[in-house]
């Protein structure tokens, strides 16, 4: 069985440009969710779909940060425009309804 | 404040040594997980406890909850180099039912040959 897939691996930018992630969770999982780690802390909780659709995004950054996913397959991330603070790994996790989230391998983001 | 937290933040033990990590609660827990990190990679799930008193091992790790207590502490013995990595516990705060993650810092493990 294949894994959560997410690229780019990695991802330099400057401040005030704009950045994609993508992530395309294992085949079935109606559950996606995006979470921001930054450096020597937990992954925080970005935002969670439920097939297509948003069930929280009480913590995305609105103001900047946008996610879709479209047919409930993939997931994008956008941050734009960018921010130094916004320097982290960018994961995804997706499950099947259970308990267990999969996680990918993550993006790391260094804004400079 | 911080809702998960961890002890101790980082732990440098010898190869072949019994070690432990501590997650504490502040709030009502209603399951906990354990997860593993490699630098730079992604989460590797080790084990999920749901109920008071509930113990689970796999390999040389075994994790307990204590529900009263709010804690959940992970064990490894006979510690190998493999076992180096960050550990980090998650809850479930909003409720039984929700697998939306609340995790703590993390703890840094190192073993040395």
């Known amino acids: 069985e294949a894994g959560v897939a997410q690229s780019p691996r990695y991802k330099i930018i400057e401040k005030r440009q704009s950045v994609a992630f993508w992530c395309n969770p294992i085949?079935?999982?109606?559950?996606l969710y995006w979470y921001q780690q930054i450096l020597g802390q937990g992954p925080k909780l970005l935002i969670q779909?439920?097939?297509?659709?948003?069930?929280?995004d009480s913590q995305l950054p609105k103001d900047r940060f946008s996610a879709e996913r479209l047919k409930g397959v993939d997931s994008t991330l956008k941050i734009q425009p960018a921010k130094l603070e916004d320097s982290a790994v960018y994961l995804c996790?997706?499950?099947?309804?259970?308990?267990?989230?999969?996680f990918g391998p993550g993006t790391r983001l260094t804004v400079l | 404040s911080q809702e998960l937290e961890q002890s101790p933040q980082s732990l440098i033990v010898q190869e072949g040594k019994n070690l432990t990590i501590n997650c504490t609660s502040s709030?009502?827990?209603?399951?906990l997980y354990w997860y593993k990190q490699k630098y730079g990679e992604g989460l590797i799930f080790l084990m999920m406890?749901?109920?008071?008193?509930e113990e689970k091992s796999h390999e040389k790790i075994t994790a307990k909850l204590d529900e009263k207590k709010q804690q959940s502490s992970l064990h490894i013995t006979a510690s190998q180099p493999s076992h180096a990595g960050i550990y980090l516990c998650?809850?479930?705060?909003?409720?039984?039912?929700?697998?939306?993650?609340?995790f703590g810092k993390g703890t840094k493990l190192s073993v040395i040959p």
């Open positions: 406890l749901q109920k008071g008193g």
């Open positions: 779909f439920q097939n297509n659709g948003v069930v929280d």
């Open positions: 996790a997706s499950s099947s309804g259970g308990n267990e989230q999969f």
């Open positions: 085949s079935g999982h109606a559950t």
């Open positions: 709030k009502t827990l209603y399951g």
């Open positions: 998650g809850a479930p705060y909003s409720g039984a039912g929700s697998y939306q993650l609340t």
